[in-house]
Nanobody
Framework: VQLQASGGGLVQAGESLKLSCVAS????????MSWYRQAPGKMRELVAG???????SYADSVKGRFTISRDNAKNTIYLEMNNLKPEDTAVYYC?????????WGQGTRVTVSS
């Protein structure tokens, strides 16, 4: 499975961004897809995930501001990020666990200035 993330950028606090992650290859076994992020000097953390049926879950730090969605026909997940804060600055990675192993995208950088 290959994952291609895009959509990061530099924004000011309070603005929005929408990330995309496209999965390709043997995607038939994919059920759960998620976004992680890693800020400088910090551990990678789970931001949001979504089942193949569209049920989302979120980290407490992003609830009410971020929305994860999924288009199964396109093997794509999205992360709409609103009211961004400087503490959201990180490299965002998409992740897909499969029976054959877990796969990571290359990451897309989000920088939020105050």
């Amino acid at each position: 499975v290959q994952l291609q993330a895009s959509g990061g950028g530099l924004v000011q606090a309070g603005e929005s961004l929408k990330l995309s992650c496209v999965a390709s290859g043997p995607t038939s076994s994919i059920r759960w897809m998620s976004w992680y992020r890693q800020a400088p000097g910090k551990m990678r953390e789970l931001v949001a995930g979504i089942t193949s049926g569209g049920s989302p879950s979120y980290a407490d730090s992003v609830k009410g501001r971020f929305t994860i969605s999924r288009d199964n026909a396109k093997n794509t997940i999205y992360l709409e990020m609103n009211n961004l804060k400087p503490e959201d600055t990180a490299v965002y990675y998409c992740n897909v666990p499969t029976p054959g192993g877990a796969y990571w995208g290359q990451g897309t950088r989000v920088t939020v200035s105050s």
